[in-house]
């Protein structure tokens, strides 16, 4: 029977299937099973773990505080119409369209998506200042 017709047949995806035959065809092997017979050294002692360590979550933790203080330091630089665009449009969750912007302070849309993009411009060289090595910082702040 093919993984198409099986994958129909139990109303599941053809690449579930398939993963599922190459689970069963493949070979298990205990990580508590000891590396050599005659040592006590097991393979689980060798994994790598998937955890961030304390050190790198604290350093993570301060770099996401300085970026956080960074940019409420920028934000109070800009003026009134800046500040709304960057906290409705840039930083909101469900942002604002440059129209619903537009509308909002009274200019186009064009003008809105001129003023943005002069502020992310300002907002990078506002942080390569403040946070002299922020390409590596960059890095910190994304969770892997």
């Known amino acids: 029977m093919g993984y198409k017709l099986l994958a129909e047949?139990?109303?599941v995806k053809e690449n579930e299937v398939l993963?599922?035959?190459q689970r069963l065809e493949s070979w298990e092997y205990s990580l508590?099973?000891?590396?050599?017979?005659?040592?006590?050294?097991?393979?689980?002692?060798?994994l790598i773990s998937p955890e961030t360590s304390p050190e790198d979550e604290l350093a993570q933790h301060q770099m996401q505080e300085i970026f956080r203080n960074s940019l409420q330091t920028f934000h109070n630089t800009l003026k009134k119409?800046?500040?709304d665009i960057?906290?409705?449009?840039?930083?909101?969750e469900k942002p604002?369209?440059?129209?619903?912007?537009?509308n909002k302070h009274n200019i186009s849309r064009e003008r809105?998506?001129?003023?943005?993009?002069?502020?992310?411009?300002?907002?990078r060289q506002f942080l390569h200042h403040e946070i002299p090595d922020f390409v590596n910082f960059q890095s910190l702040l994304s969770p892997a």
Do not use: Y
């Open 9 to 11: 047949r139990l109303q």
């Open 19 to 21: 993963e599922m035959d």
């Open 32 to 46: 508590d099973s000891p590396i050599r017979n005659d040592g006590d050294e097991k393979s689980i002692d060798f």
């Open 81 to 83: 119409k800046e500040q």
């Open 86 to 92: 960057l906290s409705q449009r840039l930083l909101a």
């Open 96 to 102: 604002l369209t440059l129209q619903q912007l537009g």
């Open 112 to 123: 809105t998506r001129q003023i943005e993009e002069r502020m992310i411009k300002k907002l």
